[in-house]
Every structure is written in C-alpha cells, then in structure tokens.
C-alpha cells in the first residue's frame, strides 16, 4: 500500500549530480533511435502518463526526455476541463481516440485520473461514480496492453507542498514565467491533503499498469528518474529495423552490384 507520506520527494542522499547530469545527453540521444525502431517495426507503441499537482514538471519532462525523437513517431496531449461535447460522452472518450497507434508514443500531460482526481476532491462525483471509474480505467489499460501491445508508463511527480509554492511564486516573480500563471493553481493548492488522499486511491487502486513515484522536489533528479525507466523499458522491448526481403525485391527494382573484380 502506497503512503505518499512516507516517499521522499528528493534524490536518494549521495547521489552525485554531476554524475547523473553527465550522461543525459546520451540517453536522451538513445530513447530518440529507439523512437525511430518502434516507428519503423509498427509493432509496439508506448503511452507515457504524467500526472501531479501544479507545477510538478510534467511540460519540462515532455520537452527534454522526448527532446531526440522525430515529430513524426510522438504525441503530446494535455487534458484540461472538459468541453461540453466532452462533458456529454463517458468520462473515457476523449482519452480513447489519443491513446496510441502501433509504432507510436503518445505522452499524456494529465489523463483520465483527472476524473477520480478533481471531479472526487471537489465532491463532484459521489463514490459509487469512483468505484465505476476505477474499474473502467482498470479495464481500459489492460485493453491497451493486451489488444494493441501498448507499453504504458504512469508517473506520478511527487512534489512536496513546501516546494509547490516556491514554483507557483516564481511564476509571478519571474517575467519569463508569467505566462505560466494561473490564479486556479492558488485556488487547488488549499485542497492538498485531499488531493493526496485522492491520488493514493488511484495509485493504489489502479495498478493494472504500474505507477512511478517520482521524487519531483529537484528537477535534475526528476529527469534523470524519467529518462531512465523510459530508456529502460524501450530496451527491454528488443526492437529492431525490419528488413527486406531482397530476393524478393520486385523486377527492375533496385541496382544489382557489380561482379568483384571486374571493370575495376
């Protein structure tokens, strides 16, 4: 059972910053040529799942742990309010249509937990709507995983309260941060303990797909925590090029080598 409580929101102590930060750049390059085997081999996708209170990081981790993959092989997807279409369909069917095609990764900046997330704290939806919710997500995931061979990662960005108001302060103080602010993020922020309850539930009960806690209080240790069970599971996966069958080319197709040796 997951206490948010007692997981620590820093990097393990004696780990070496400089060390960690000396092997990004490698390791970003990597997830960026797998990128490009699974876009190739269209026989695995891979959907990447942030959530975490405001500010916790989930744009920065999009932008640098996919900074090397090609446009054409990611998405990115960000769930906020509900429009009135939105509002009028089960909670599933805006999240459905964006879940990924084989071959691709698709990265979700908040999910369908937002809606045994928000809609639970603020007592939108009574608990019998939650438990419906529950296992729907539970079902769904596993339709991903088992129906179309798609990996999912869910990361949790375990942000400490302390460290929240210092991020949401910024965006007021800093002119190149302006726009990030959001008087709604305030207004959320009274309602920590119960959101905490509320993502402990989720985690907890939905595990059919595994969460990771992420210690978010530093962002060199976030990414690096990130990058590393992305690259991770990408490897696990074995991809490969498919190759040509070049016996089977089609006539005319393709420039046959010369004999070794002659008109040398």
């Given at each position: 059972m997951v206490k948010l409580s007692e997981i620590s929101t820093r990097a393990p102590e004696g780990l070496n910053r400089d060390k960690v930060e000396k092997g990004m750049k490698e390791m970003y390059?990597?997830?960026?040529?797998?990128?490009?085997?699974?876009?190739?081999?269209?026989?695995?996708s891979l959907?990447?799942?942030?959530q975490g209170m405001d500010a916790s990081g989930k744009d920065g981790l999009t932008k640098r742990v996919f900074?090397?993959?090609s446009p054409v092989g990611i998405r990115a997807q960000g769930f906020g309010k509900p429009t009135e279409d939105e509002f009028a369909h089960d909670f599933l069917w805006r999240i459905h249509k964006h879940t990924p095609a084989k071959g691709m990764i698709q990265v979700f900046n908040r999910s369908h937990y937002e809606d045994i997330l928000i809609q639970r704290v603020h007592g939108?939806?009574?608990?019998?709507?939650v438990e419906?919710?529950?296992?729907?997500?539970?079902?769904f995931e596993s339709l991903l995983q088992k129906d179309n061979n798609t990996t999912i990662l869910k990361f949790y960005l375990h942000l400490s309260e302390e460290r929240q108001l210092e991020k949401l302060q910024e965006r007021i103080d800093l002119p190149r941060k302006n726009y990030k602010h959001n008087s709604g993020d305030w207004e959320q922020r009274k309602h920590w303990d119960k959101y905490m309850e509320c993502?402990?539930?989720a985690i907890n009960r939905c595990n059919i797909a595994p969460w990771y806690i992420v210690p978010a209080d530093?962002?060199?240790?976030?990414?690096?925590?990130?990058?590393q069970t992305v690259l991770n599971t990408l490897e696990n996966l074995n991809m490969e090029y498919p190759l040509l069958d070049k016996d089977n080319l089609g006539e005319g197709v393709g420039i046959k080598k010369k004999d070794k040796g002659k008109d040398e």
């Open positions: 390059k990597r997830i960026g040529e797998l990128q490009e085997m699974m876009l190739a081999g269209e026989q695995h959907l990447v799942v942030f900074r090397y993959c939108w939806i009574d608990e019998e709507h419906v919710r529950i296992n729907a997500i539970n079902a993502y402990e539930g530093q962002r060199w240790y976030r990414n690096f925590y990130v990058t």
